[in-house]
């Protein structure tokens, strides 16, 4: 893959977003509980990442309950509060999920299914791209779009690895069909084309500016809720006055 330093240069274009809109939002849902490495997947580890406890040596040989616990949190309470309040206030989500985590939490899958949610592919399951064969991945990628369309009744439209793809990754998407766009970049605040082979595909960056993971492993300055707030609110000031973001 070409790096590019330049992008949309000095002067970004105007978005043109919808009904005049100065900036757009997305708000992105990360649903993954029930596909992270584990000992009752066979994986003859516990996953650690993103655990209250992260990056802590707690001693623990074998199964780690505790990492399954708080994992299972997410999926049976922390997903259906974002739920009820995004449903609320009928605010469009993109939801990133794993496709073991929609076969995992049947009832969660069927209200993503019934809204008008975006689904962006967070793989067959949470673990990195990166190194992955080729085959392997190829694989990966049809087996997230089968059970993903076998337990929502839709196809997703985006793709976004766990935290970055291989060299591989965008390549196979397009080789696949069926995706709008990927979010495996975080190069840029505006959406924009590339070409894969000869045609063309949609890049939507992503932003680990505004992702409350700093804040959930507690990062400076994001140790409370307070400061991570300010972050999210900066950024939507900075940018909605041009219309650029």
């Known amino acids: 893959m070409t790096r590019d330093f330049v992008g949309y240069g000095a002067e970004p274009p105007h978005a043109r977003w919808p009904g005049d809109a100065r900036i757009a939002v997305n708000f992105v849902i990360n649903f993954e509980e029930g596909s992270e490495l584990s000992y009752p997947a066979g994986d003859g580890v516990s996953e650690g990442g993103l655990t209250e406890m992260l990056g802590s040596d707690l001693g623990v040989r074998g199964r780690d309950l505790g990492a399954e616990s708080m994992f299972e949190y997410g999926a049976r309470v922390g997903f259906w509060r974002l739920h009820r309040i995004f449903t609320r206030f009928r605010l469009p989500v993109t939801i990133f999920g794993c496709a073991r985590a929609f076969e995992a939490n049947p009832p969660a899958a069927a209200a993503i299914a019934a809204g008008d949610w975006d689904i962006c592919s967070h ?3 949470w673990t990195n791209h990166p190194g992955l064969a080729e085959g392997e991945e190829r694989q990966q990628i049809a087996a997230a779009v089968d059970l993903i369309r076998k337990t929502t009744g839709k196809s997703p439209a985006g793709w976004y690895c766990r935290y970055a793809p291989s060299e591989n990754t965008r390549r196979l998407l397009v080789e696949h069909g069926g995706f709008l766009y990927d ?4 190069n840029d605040e505006l959406p924009y084309w590339v ?5 063309p595909h949609l890049v939507v960056p992503y932003s680990l500016t505004t992702n409350d993971s700093k804040f959930g ?3 400076p300055p994001e140790r409370t809720s307070s400061p991570f707030c300010a972050t999210a609110s900066t950024s939507f000031t900075r940018r909605a006055p041009n219309g650029r973001g």
Not at 183 to 186: E, H, L
Not at 195 to 199: Q, T
């Open 217 to 219: 492993r507690g990062s």
């Open 183 to 186: 979010s495996d970049t975080y």
């Open 195 to 199: 070409r894969v082979g000869d045609r």
């Open 123 to 125: 793989g067959y399951r």
